[in-house]
């Protein structure tokens, strides 16, 4: 039996490491090397899991409760530890390779690959051919299909529609494209805080209404923010109408110092006294989030509508479409690939993968 896999990303590799015994397996990657989001996650260090993960960490959080009813985080990183990769737990529960190497985990899930790898392979199309699909005009048909070609996110503009254009074989497109996991434009004269780093409690406002709040690190740029915190809270901002919207940041998380100049880092106590700012409530007005090929994930994607909640496309029970494609994306920390393992998984199983343990 022949399967496609369109794409040649983090849930594309784990879905050919649980199958590749079992059937004979085509990857079409459109880039000239395989897994590129991958061995750039956690600045190379690979975070590749959250245990602490739940729906709540998503959007569409009745979709991903049924994703959550079917695996669980613990039952990806037992088959991880199985096929070899030996791993270390933070205190936030992000899981890394002990290597902390994103390497390290490529080499896992392609250890003994026998799969066919087609690399700077476009697909542009997708066919019915009797009971089987065409990807172009591939000469081998495939029994399934399965379509995890990501998003466009940290893609250059004139490339942001290859992940999506083939999908117009199946009347898909996606919806409501907008950057995720990524810094904020601000309203706000930042001259002279360049570079600056604070650890601060930040709060989202939309509307005057208080969305998130969260501790963290914000880092200051020419014209806008960024850091962990600030990006977890464009996934949030994401989920909103985006009017009227504002941080406030408490940048000595209530801590009321005898000298603010012993307290504050140089170029933020001249800020602070220049522009009479309050340490506990600094307003940052935002004009919008950085654009896509800045982003880490998408907030958009393909509607979950269209699939059931083993992946398969409603209107055709032998296509699955799985991972970044989907209009699925959580915050930092592990969970956007913990997605990407559960939905292969979740893939792997309808197709015969069997977890021992």
Do not use: W
Not at 1 to 10: Q, T
Not at 265 to 290: A, C, G, Q, W
């Amino acid at each position: 039996m022949n399967i496609a896999i369109i794409g040649a990303g983090a849930s594309a590799l784990f879905l050919q490491a649980l199958l590749k015994n079992k059937y004979d397996i085509t990857i079409f990657e459109r880039n000239k090397k395989i897994a590129s989001k991958l061995l750039a996650s956690g600045n190379g260090r690979c975070n590749l899991l959250n245990i602490n993960a739940s729906s709540n960490d998503y959007n569409n959080k009745g979709f991903m409760d049924k994703v959550f009813s079917k695996v669980n985080i613990m039952n990806i990183l037992k088959i991880f530890n199985k096929l070899g990769l030996t791993t270390t737990i933070d205190e936030e529960g992000r899981v890394y390779p002990i290597s902390l190497s994103s390497e390290t985990v490529l080499n896992i899930l392609t250890d003994k690959m026998n799969a066919k790898v087609e690399l700077n392979y476009i697909v542009k199309s997708i066919k019915k051919v009797g009971d089987k699909y065409q990807i172009n005009d591939y000469k081998t048909l495939f029994d399934y299909c399965v379509l995890a070609s990501g998003s466009s996110a940290s893609i250059i503009e004139e490339k942001q529609n290859l992940c999506y254009d083939y999908l117009k074989s199946f009347n898909l497109s996606p919806k409501s494209i907008n950057p995720s996991l990524v810094g904020f434009k601000i309203k706000n004269s930042l001259k002279g805080l360049f570079g600056v780093r604070c650890k601060a409690l930040c709060k989202l406002y939309v509307d005057n209404m208080l969305i998130h709040e969260e501790r963290g690190e914000v880092i200051f740029k020419e014209d806008g923010i960024s850091g962990i915190v600030i990006m977890n809270m464009s996934s949030y901002y994401n989920r909103t109408n985006k009017r009227s919207s504002y941080i406030t940041i408490d940048i000595l998380e209530g801590i009321n110092p005898n000298n603010l100049k012993g307290a504050l880092n140089p170029k933020m106590y001249l800020y602070v006294i220049e522009n009479r700012i309050d340490i506990h409530s600094f307003r940052l007005d935002i004009i919008d989030t950085y654009g896509i090929k800045d982003s880490q994930v998408i907030n958009g994607g393909i509607d979950v509508s269209n699939i059931s909640d083993t992946f398969r496309l409603n209107s055709d029970k032998n296509i699955f479409l799985m991972g970044e494609m989907l209009d699925i994306d959580g915050i930092c920390g592990g969970y956007n690939l913990s997605f990407a393992f559960m939905s292969a998984y979740i893939v792997g199983s309808e197709l015969g993968y069997e977890n021992k343990d």
